[in-house]
T-cell receptor
Framework: KAGVTQTPRYLIKTRGQQVTLSCSPI?????VSWYQQTPGQGLQFLFE???????NKGNFPGRFSGRQFSNSRSEMNVSTLELGDSALYLC????????????FGPGTRLTVT | DAKTTQPPSMDCAEGRAANLPCNHS???????VYWYRQIHSQGPQYIIH???NNETNEMASLIITEDRKSSTLILPHATLRDTAVYYC?????????????FGTGTRLQVTL
């Protein structure tokens, strides 16, 4: 079974731009969660989508948004990028029935200059 | 989610047991203890979880104290591939990833 894939793996953007990251979950998984990882804050939860609906949301500003498609693929968008948005963005998929079942992708490394 | 405290780093000789402690003194009765690890440049990987009883699987053992205020993850025979950051998380098992925070974890270095 193929794992979670994320594209692109690396991205460089400038302040004020927007960015869209993509995540393809493991086949059959209906839940996709997004996390931001920075050296100072560790791994922080952004949001979770289940069957195209946002099920939970972390404490991030409205510039961070996401969506999930009918095939369970998910996209995350960050508008008006700030330097502090530089981070590793991780996507995790699961069946949606048990938290510990989450399988993480390799992440997208975003650098904002 | 209850707050957890872990030492920032630990060393372990290859072949020896690695014992990683976690303090979660404010844990509530329906919160589980989960352990994940993150090997450099990879996404986090689930290791084990438990509520009250000690647990063991093919990767590790989890020892939870009787008062549940602390726990220890045991890697019985550490190898160089176990070098990673280990995260202890406590939360209710709602089945979702709601408001999850991993914290900074313990960086385990396994050496020859």
């Amino acid at each position: 079974k193929a794992g979670v894939t994320q594209t692109p793996r690396y991205l460089i953007k400038t302040r004020g731009q927007q960015v869209t990251l993509s995540c393809s979950p493991i086949s059959g998984h209906r839940s996709v969660s997004w996390y931001q990882q920075t050296p100072g804050q560790g791994l922080q939860f952004l949001f979770e989508y289940f069957s195209e609906t946002q099920r939970n949301k972390g404490n991030f500003p409205g510039r961070f948004s996401g969506r999930q498609f009918s095939n369970s693929r998910s996209e995350m968008n960050v508008s008006t990028l700030e330097l502090g948005d530089s981070a590793l963005y991780l996507c995790a998929s699961s069946s949606g029935l048990a938290f510990y079942e989450q399988y993480f992708g390799p992440g997208t490394r975003l650098t904002v200059t | 989610d209850a707050k957890t405290t872990q030492p920032p780093s630990m060393d372990c000789a290859e072949g020896r047991a690695a014992n990683l402690p976690c303090n979660h003194s404010t844990i509530s009765g329906n919160e589980y203890v989960y352990w994940y690890r993150q090997i450099h440049s990879q996404g986090p990987q689930y290791i084990i979880h438990g509520l009250k009883n000690n647990e063991t699987n093919e990767m590790a053992s989890l020892i939870i104290t009787e008062d549940r205020k602390s726990s220890t993850l045991i890697l019985p025979h550490a190898t160089l591939r176990d070098t990673a950051v280990y995260y202890c998380i406590v939360r209710e098992d709602t089945g979702t990833a709601s408001k999850l925070t991993f914290g900074t974890g313990t960086r385990l270095q396994v050496t020859l």
